[in-house]
């Protein structure tokens, strides 16, 4: 049983799409991240929620607690935001969570 | 650059064996995790440290240990080695111990393990 589903696993856009990943998530939260891994392996923090919205440049996410749900959205999408994008919860008992990932290929 | 240096960044050695990686978090940050990323469990939280105390401990192996020492580094020790671990083992830091801090991500280690 995963604590933490994303969808979808693998996503190919052209460039200038919006994009949508979701995730869902079982447990009690006491805050939602969303992580970006460019191939190289290297791991980037991009948001930190526990309610609301957040937008950083073209990049946007939400959270909404009751529905126990987030998603990560892309305006513009571009060929460097190709990566995979990984949506973690610290549960209300102090363990970490994570889902498998979304691998976004972005094509010019 | 986030500021977290992890080294060494390839580790290559046999089972059976003991490793020691290395963390230093970006400054001012008091809170170290450490996480391990292998292809088939994909992420996972082993420990965090918070100003030299244990604050939360996740899915780590009795085989592993950790600590955070008087100058904030921190240290990931892996013994009796098998092949299964086989990973990228990433450290992160925060400023503080709680729930809602964002975390700067080294860029890892990878053990390889023959």
């Known amino acids: 049983k995963n604590e933490v589903e994303q969808s979808p696993q693998n996503l190919t856009a052209q460039e200038g799409e919006f994009i949508t990943i979701n995730c869902s998530y079982s447990?009690?939260?006491?805050?939602l991240h969303w992580l970006q891994q460019h191939p190289g392996g290297g791991i980037v923090s991009l948001f930190m929620?526990?309610?609301g919205k957040k937008k950083h440049g073209r990049l946007i996410a939400t959270i909404n607690i009751q529905e126990k749900h987030s998603s990560l959205h892309i305006t513009a999408s571009h060929p460097r935001d190709s990566a995979v994008y990984i949506c973690?919860?610290?549960?209300?008992?102090?363990?970490?969570?994570f889902g498998t990932g979304t691998s976004l290929t972005v094509i010019p | 650059d986030s500021g977290v240096t992890q080294t060494p960044k390839h580790l290559i050695t046999a089972t059976g064996q003991r490793v020691t990686l290395r963390c230093s978090p970006r400054?001012?940050?008091?809170?170290v995790y450490w996480y391990q990323q292998s292809l088939d469990q994909g992420l996972q939280f082993l420990i965090q440290?918070?100003?030299?105390?244990?604050?939360a401990k996740g899915n780590i192996l009795e085989r592993f240990s950790a600590q955070q020492f008087p100058d904030l580094h921190s240290e990931l020790n892996l013994s009796s080695l098998e092949l299964g671990d086989s990973a990228l083992y990433f450290c992160?830091?925060?400023?503080?111990?709680?729930?809602?801090?964002?975390?700067?991500f080294g860029d890892g280690t990878r053990l390889s393990i023959l």
């Open positions: 992160a830091s925060s400023v503080g111990g709680g729930p809602n801090q964002p975390q700067h």
């Open positions: 447990v009690g939260i006491s805050a």
């Open positions: 929620l526990s309610s």
């Open positions: 973690a919860v610290r549960g209300t008992g102090n363990q970490f969570y």
């Open positions: 400054s001012g940050d008091l809170s």
């Open positions: 440290y918070y100003n030299g105390e244990e604050r």
